[in-house]
């Protein structure tokens, strides 16, 4: 059974930086797709970044670009999301996730199969 557990988020004050980590247990697919989403009040989830586990490859939501960074530690089955420069409108419950497949595009909440519980980022202003 995949559990995925985060941790990491906090309070943080605009233009400072967070990491957060997702760690994975339980998962037995040989190629899969670690997703971080995020989800502010009143507002839809949505994606943030997403690394394929296999090649490494990453791809990021326009407005994250150029600050977060997403990595992988395949020893310790974790995914990692560096967040700096953080800004206000960054606030939200941060979630991962994970597609058991490398097939899909990998940006909409659809296409992942298991989730996080979240952790909560606020940065003030």
């Known amino acids: 059974q995949v559990q995925l557990v985060e941790s990491g988020g906090g309070l943080v004050q605009a233009g400072g930086s967070l990491r957060l980590s997702c760690a994975a247990s339980g998962v037995t697919f040989s190629t899969y797709t670690m997703g971080w989403f995020r989800q502010a009040p009143g507002k839809e989830r949505e994606f943030v970044a997403r690394i394929r586990w296999s090649t490494g490859w990453t791809y990021y939501e326009d407005s994250v670009k150029g600050r977060f960074t997403v990595s992988r530690d395949n020893a310790k089955n974790t995914v990692y999301l560096q967040m700096n420069s953080l800004k206000p409108e960054d606030t939200a419950v941060y979630y991962c996730?994970?597609?058991?497949?490398?097939?899909?595009?990998?940006?909409?909440?659809?296409?992942?199969?298991?989730w996080g519980q979240g952790t909560q980022v606020t940065v003030s202003s």
């Open positions: 996730a994970l597609d058991r497949t490398s097939l899909r595009l990998g940006i909409s909440p659809n296409e992942y199969d298991y």
